[in-house]
């Protein structure tokens, strides 16, 4: 058995991409904070602990969020006493991104603009079209009997769901598909080694970046009733004041990223507990009400997003545990869903758990997952559609090997053939 040392889990070693839970559990044993040695980066592991640092957007900024131990300053952190010193840095870093990296009250702001496309109203409003798109999806491989599911659904589909919700033109968002689907088989040709198939790369992040700076400008000049101009218009709640086209474009560029991101790798991680368990899967077709708490459940499980990181503004203690200004904090949201003093036997997957709702799988607090709502209709509408046309489901070959994109912070499948029988 791997000792905690023995882990490079930032360097992505094969033992910490294939099973992350193993490394989190060790170090939820070693400490309340588990001090990595190679990127000296406290892990937190414990449910109550994550919490309470996620609550606490005073003594924890969430600029290191997306990047953690690879974030790169303009300057030295130094002093116990970091606020002014973050904040005079922001402007001069590469990765300042709207929603994910910044703190209150900016980030109340930006959140507040991005909010109302995610009311309850608006995801409702969205579920014939989501329910829709994952049966247009399968049309292209459903009488096949075989589906590289990541290029052929998992990607495409959370996609083209953004893409709606932001009010893309539907007559456009082929375009994304077909070049989220081209960059994969292209990848394929060259045997890129590092190519995810589930990820917005290359060209398709630039054509989203053009679209939507097009579709800015134009509703700014000539606003029309309709959800991009909506967006175009939107001002700051607290003061009226209209952001920039690029602060726009980013929020845009985010909601696309995140929502795409974590939602394809719900899809891959639930089929694979769907492939391995058959018996499963006939139960949720024969009771489709279960595919919610199924939903939760693969949430937690296989947690898509493994973490997200803080910086300690000063020196601070968690559980006890001494942690100087300056430390980057992972608050490892996979190691929470799999703490056992919040969820029973918790390396066993349990469709029918009671409290799988109650995990950290979209976060927590102020940084909580605006799009959480909509990521379970696309999963609960997704998997029923998947399961209803979609018989006997297993991998392609039955014995394969399954691989992980390479990744501290997600955690899903590269690709994933399965096999299968038509629906008849």
């Known amino acids: ?14 033992q910490s991409r294939s099973d992350p839970y193993r490394f989190f559990a060790l170090a939820r044993e070693a400490g309340p904070a588990y001090r990595e040695p190679r990127r000296d980066v406290y892990v937190l592991t414990r449910y109550d602990d994550i919490v309470e640092v996620a609550r606490d957007t005073t003594r924890f900024s969430s600029i290191v969020a997306p990047s953690g131990p690879d974030t790169v300053f303009p300057g030295a952190l130094e002093g116990n006493k970091l606020a002014a010193t973050v904040a005079r840095f922001r402007s001069q870093m590469v990765a300042n991104i709207p929603l994910i990296t910044l703190d209150p009250p900016d980030h109340t702001r930006y959140r ?7 009311s309850p109203a608006r995801v409702r409003s969205l579920e014939p079209y989501v329910r829709a798109l994952a049966n247009e999806l399968i049309d292209d491989f459903a009488e096949k009997g075989h589906v590289e599911f990541v290029r052929a659904f998992a990607g495409p589909y959370p996609l083209l769901v953004i893409a ?9 968002q082929p375009e994304f598909k077909r070049l989220l689907q081209d960059e994969a088989a292209d990848s394929d040709i060259v045997g890129n080694p590092d190519h995810d198939n589930a990820a917005i790369n290359g060209e398709l992040q630039m054509h989203i970046l053009r679209c939507f700076n097009q579709y800015i400008e134009d509703r700014r000049a000539n606003p029309t009733d309709d959800v991009l101009s909506a967006l175009a218009n939107a001002t700051f709640p607290d003061t009226g004041e209209r952001p920039s086209t690029f602060d726009i ?9 995140a929502g795409q991101e974590t939602t394809s790798r719900l899809f891959t991680n639930g089929m694979l507990v769907l492939a391995r368990n058959p018996d499963l899967a006939e139960r949720l077709r024969r009771d489709p009400s279960k595919l919610e708490n199924f939903v939760e459940e693969a949430l937690r499980f296989d947690t898509p997003v493994k973490g997200l990181f803080r910086l300690a503004l000063v020196d601070v203690e968690i559980s006890g545990a001494p942690i100087p200004a300056g430390s980057v904090l992972m608050l490892a949201y996979g190691a929470a869903n799999h703490d056992p003093a919040h969820f029973d036997e918790p390396e066993r997957f349990d469709p029918e758990r009671s409290n799988a709702r109650n995990t950290l799988s979209f976060g927590h607090g102020a940084h909580f997952c605006p799009g959480a709502s909509l ?16 018989q006997d489901i297993r991998l392609d070959p039955p014995d394969c090997a399954v691989e992980y994109v390479p990744s501290y912070v997600l955690r899903g499948l590269r690709e994933m053939n399965l096999a299968f029988t038509p629906a008849s």
Request: glycine share 10%.
């Open 1 to 14: 058995m791997t000792a905690l040392s023995e882990y490079d889990y930032f360097g992505v070693d094969e």
């Open 112 to 118: 507040a603009l991005v909010s109302k496309f995610f």
């Open 164 to 172: 709606d919700l932001l009010g893309v033109p539907r007559s456009d």
């Open 249 to 257: 474009i980013a929020l845009a560029f985010v909601i696309f990223g």
């Open 375 to 390: 990521a379970r209709v696309e999963g609960r509408l997704g998997f029923a559609a998947l399961l209803e046309r979609m």
